[in-house]
């Protein structure tokens, strides 16, 4: 049998500047546009208060910015980003597919000689584009502020360190993106799309990791009582806590942020004193060593992305263009 | 030369082991006006869904300008037309833009596009609204855009899924005339359609589909004597007295009714007009009018579903 002709991209970067000219100039675009704006400055400022009043002498005091919070207001930096940014990918992705169907323009559209694989393509990566231009526009606005108000240059190291956790946002976004995506294309209506994928972002980012990933750790593996006795925690039941709780792509995204952005951080998770042997306390690691500790969760976050993206992206092939 | 350049053979389309096309064979001319009939669920749109390679083909064939749906949609999607039932726009872009989007989709040169756009909008007489938003369109104007876009595609076929449902009679009137301008531009047209007699008066020739299966093709006429028994209508007006009588003395006539005063309607093997003329002029009538009724697909489509309802009830 023949292979099909023509590129499967072909109008990839059509769909793509339309669905980008279309989020920047909407209505919703806008409104969460300044509600990160707004949140952002609010945690930098509570940050500065903080960094001026307590920290003397740090090396990264710039990195500070991002994970330091005030007391009165307990949110950091990163913190309101894991929040935001999936809110933002969801508000972008809901109706991506539904839309179509509902306005009744999508079987015009895949009549013109593109195949469905454009559409999608172009619907996502308008989306992370929108959604990668808000956040340099933030981390260069938190980095310009930095400057102005701490009055101190950042190093070279902070500035890579905070680039990168700017690109691991980004991968956070697409995660919640292809959600978005996905939902958008199994269900007809947009409100029902919204309403399952804010669910399974608030089970996914509140309720999973702390409650309900060491109840489940608990009954797979129990505590052993000898470590109850002595008050510790079993090392099998925290384990297992680790594994599920890193099932959300939230989870995954405070580790890397925690391994990129305190250099101090040796290890993500539970480890034995033994292992700790020779090391000296609270010295920063390299910025190559805190990548190898970050690495498995940004792969994570981008192989979810892609895994979501293709549950997607076979469903849609297979479904009827008739609304 | 008549080539065709859609073919269909044994099209199927079957959807959990339940068939919604059952193996549809037809062929269409280049330059023909092809209808396809049908109650909603015959299996019209699946059909023109698989001739687009919008749909997978379950079982059977097909050809669109030599080019295979299935395998080769991009080459089909490319020189053919479609127009959905109850086309789409963005309500939040001009008609303009809209067909920006879709002429870049097309591949157009970006300094052929505006051209082409205005030309197109220009023939569909949409010139004055071309920079206002589609959210204000009407349901005639959007299908309209939806002709447009053909236009601008240079589309070698026209596939139309209902043009004129739920269009006000003014529009309707318009739309058709865009389609007939299509065919003088050397355009195939497949259009589907519910609503008879405004079809009727474009397609050259129809294919009646009724639960999935193709059951019956031809031009009208065709059809008429394939279904209502091959009769001429013929109308008589005429003042005097015992025409009735005279009338279906004439050598043809199989039967004589009358529907008004002075209106008579022979029903007759062939064209028996100036026999007729003849007859009430030698028994002294006047004759006011006459003419023969060209077999109404209306009534086609109502005999044949009466028919097969009769015989499905004799059946059980």
């Given at each position: 049998?023949?292979?099909?002709?023509?590129?499967?991209?072909?109008g990839?970067?059509v769909v793509?500047?339309k669905e980008?000219?279309?989020?920047?100039?909407?209505?919703?675009?806008?409104?969460?546009?300044?509600?990160?704006?707004?949140?952002?400055?609010?945690?930098?400022?509570?940050?500065?208060?903080?960094?001026?009043?307590?920290?003397?002498?740090?090396?990264?005091?710039?990195?500070?910015?991002?994970?330091?919070?005030?007391?009165?207001?307990?949110?950091?930096?990163?913190?309101?980003?894991?929040?935001?940014?999936?809110?933002?990918?969801?508000?972008?992705?809901?109706?991506s597919v539904?839309s179509e169907y509902?306005r009744r323009t999508l079987s015009r559209i895949l009549s013109q000689p593109i195949y469905r694989?454009a559409l999608l393509?172009g619907k996502?990566?308008?989306?992370?584009?929108?959604?990668?231009?808000?956040?340099?526009?933030?981390?260069?606005?938190?980095?310009?502020?930095?400057?102005?108000?701490?009055?101190?240059?950042?190093?070279?190291?902070?500035?890579?360190?905070?680039?990168?956790?700017?690109?691991?946002?980004?991968?956070?976004?697409?995660?919640?993106?292809?959600?978005?995506?996905?939902?958008?294309?199994?269900?007809?209506?947009?409100?029902?799309?919204?309403?399952?994928?804010?669910?399974?972002?608030?089970?996914?980012?509140?309720?999973?990791?702390?409650?309900?990933?060491?109840?489940?750790?608990?009954?797979?593996?129990?505590?052993?009582?000898?470590?109850?006795?002595?008050?510790?925690?079993?090392?099998?039941?925290?384990?297992?806590?680790?594994?599920?709780?890193?099932?959300?792509?939230?989870?995954?995204?405070?580790?890397?942020?925690?391994?990129?952005?305190?250099?101090?951080?040796?290890?993500?998770?539970?480890?034995?004193?033994?292992?700790?042997?020779?090391?000296?306390?609270?010295?920063?690691?390299?910025?190559?060593?805190?990548?190898?500790?970050?690495?498995?969760?940004?792969?994570?976050?981008?192989?979810?992305?892609?895994?979501?993206?293709?549950?997607?992206?076979?469903?849609?092939?297979?479904?009827?263009v008739?609304? | 030369?008549?080539?065709?350049?859609?073919?269909?053979?044994?099209?199927?389309?079957?959807?959990?082991?339940?068939?919604?096309?059952?193996?549809?064979?037809?062929?269409?001319?280049?330059?023909?006006?092809?209808?396809?009939?049908?109650?909603?669920?015959?299996?019209?749109?699946?059909?023109?869904?698989?001739?687009l390679?919008l749909?997978?083909?379950?079982?059977?064939?097909?050809?669109?300008?030599?080019?295979?749906?299935?395998?080769?949609?991009?080459?089909?999607k490319?020189?053919?037309?479609y127009l959905p039932?109850?086309v789409g726009f963005y309500?939040?872009l001009?008609?303009?833009?809209n067909m920006?989007y879709t002429a870049r989709l097309l591949?157009?040169?970006?300094?052929?596009?505006?051209?082409?756009?205005?030309?197109?909008?220009?023939?569909?007489?949409?010139?004055?609204?071309?920079?206002?938003?589609?959210?204000?369109?009407?349901?005639?104007?959007?299908?309209?855009?939806g002709?447009?876009e053909?236009?601008?595609?240079?589309?070698?076929?026209?596939?139309?899924?209902?043009?004129?449902?739920?269009?006000?009679?003014?529009?309707?009137?318009?739309?058709?005339?865009?389609?007939?301008?299509?065919?003088?531009?050397?355009?195939?047209?497949?259009?589907?359609?519910?609503?008879?007699?405004?079809?009727?008066?474009?397609?050259?020739?129809?294919?009646?589909?009724?639960?999935?299966?193709?059951?019956?093709?031809?031009?009208?006429?065709?059809?008429?004597?394939?279904?209502?028994?091959?009769?001429?209508?013929?109308?008589?007006?005429?003042?005097?007295?015992?025409?009735?009588?005279?009338?279906?003395?004439?050598?043809?006539?199989?039967?004589?009714?009358?529907?008004?005063?002075?209106?008579?309607?022979?029903?007759?093997?062939?064209?028996?007009?100036?026999?007729?003329?003849?007859?009430?002029?030698?028994?002294?009538?006047?004759?006011?009018?006459?003419?023969?009724?060209?077999?109404?697909?209306?009534?086609?489509?109502?005999?044949?579903?009466?028919?097969?309802?009769?015989?499905?009830?004799?059946?059980?």
């Amino acid at each position: 049998m023949p292979r099909r002709e023509g590129s499967a991209l072909q109008g990839v970067g059509v769909v793509m500047l339309k669905e980008l000219s279309d989020h920047l100039t909407s209505v919703r675009m806008r409104v969460l546009e300044w509600l990160v704006v707004l949140f952002a400055l609010a945690a930098l400022y509570g940050a500065i208060q903080q960094v001026k009043d307590v920290t003397a002498e740090d090396p990264f005091l710039f990195l500070r910015l991002f994970t330091t919070a005030r007391e009165s207001i307990p949110v950091t930096f990163v913190s309101f980003l894991s929040i935001l940014v999936p809110l933002m990918a969801i508000g972008l992705g809901f109706d991506s597919v539904n839309s179509e169907y509902n306005r009744r323009t999508l079987s015009r559209i895949l009549s013109q000689p593109i195949y469905r694989d454009a559409l999608l393509f172009g619907k996502f990566l308008a989306g992370l584009f929108t959604i990668s231009i808000s956040l340099v526009a933030l981390w260069l606005l938190v980095v310009g502020l930095g400057l102005l108000l701490l009055g101190v240059p950042p190093s070279a190291e902070e500035i890579a360190r905070a680039f990168i956790f700017l690109l691991v946002t980004i991968a956070y976004a697409g995660v919640w993106l292809a959600l978005a995506l996905l939902f958008s294309i199994v269900f007809r209506s947009a409100a029902t799309a919204a309403l399952v994928t804010l669910g399974l972002w608030l089970f996914l980012t509140f309720l999973w990791p702390s409650v309900l990933s060491q109840m489940v750790a608990a009954t797979i593996a129990p505590p052993d009582p000898r470590y109850v006795a002595a008050g510790l925690p079993t090392p099998a039941t925290l384990e297992w806590e680790q594994v599920l709780a890193r099932l959300s792509p939230s989870t995954l995204f405070g580790e890397v942020a925690l391994a990129l952005l305190n250099p101090a951080q040796r290890a993500l998770g539970p480890i034995y004193l033994v292992q700790l042997q020779g090391a000296v306390p609270g010295a920063p690691l390299p910025l190559g060593q805190s990548l190898v500790i970050a690495w498995p969760q940004v792969v994570g976050l981008i192989a979810a992305t892609i895994l979501l993206f293709i549950v997607g992206y076979i469903v849609f092939q297979r479904q009827e263009v008739r609304a | 030369m008549t080539e065709n350049v859609i073919e269909a053979q044994n099209l199927t389309k079957r959807y959990d082991g339940v068939a919604a096309v059952n193996g549809v064979s037809f062929a269409v001319a280049r330059g023909e006006i092809f209808g396809l009939l049908g109650p909603n669920g015959a299996g019209k749109t699946t059909t023109i869904l698989m001739l687009l390679g919008l749909s997978e083909i379950s079982d059977g064939k097909a050809r669109v300008l030599g080019h295979d749906p299935v395998r080769e949609p991009l080459a089909v999607k490319r020189r053919v037309g479609y127009l959905p039932d109850q086309v789409g726009f963005y309500d939040n872009l001009s008609a303009v833009e809209n067909m920006r989007y879709t002429a870049r989709l097309l591949g157009l040169e970006r300094g052929q596009r505006d051209e082409k756009i205005a030309l197109a909008l220009g023939h569909v007489g949409l010139s004055d609204v071309m920079n206002n938003r589609v959210g204000t369109f009407s349901r005639g104007m959007r299908q309209r855009l939806g002709l447009a876009e053909i236009l601008m595609k240079d589309a070698r076929i026209a596939i139309l899924d209902e043009p004129t449902s739920g269009l006000d009679p003014q529009a309707t009137v318009e739309l058709l005339s865009v389609i007939r301008d299509l065919k003088h531009r050397g355009v195939t047209v497949l259009l589907s359609s519910h609503l008879l007699e405004r079809v009727q008066s474009v397609c050259d020739r129809v294919a009646l589909f009724n639960e999935g299966n193709l059951v019956l093709m031809g031009t009208v006429p065709e059809l008429g004597r394939q279904v209502l028994g091959g009769g001429f209508r013929v109308e008589v007006e005429a003042e005097g007295a015992g025409l009735a009588e005279r009338l279906s003395a004439v050598p043809g006539v199989q039967r004589v009714e009358r529907v008004g005063t002075t209106r008579l309607l022979l029903m007759a093997q062939r064209d028996v007009r100036p026999e007729a003329a003849a007859a009430v002029v030698e028994a002294g009538g006047r004759l006011l009018h006459l003419g023969v009724a060209e077999p109404s697909l209306e009534a086609i489509y109502t005999r044949y579903f009466q028919d097969r309802e009769g015989t499905r009830h004799a059946a059980a």
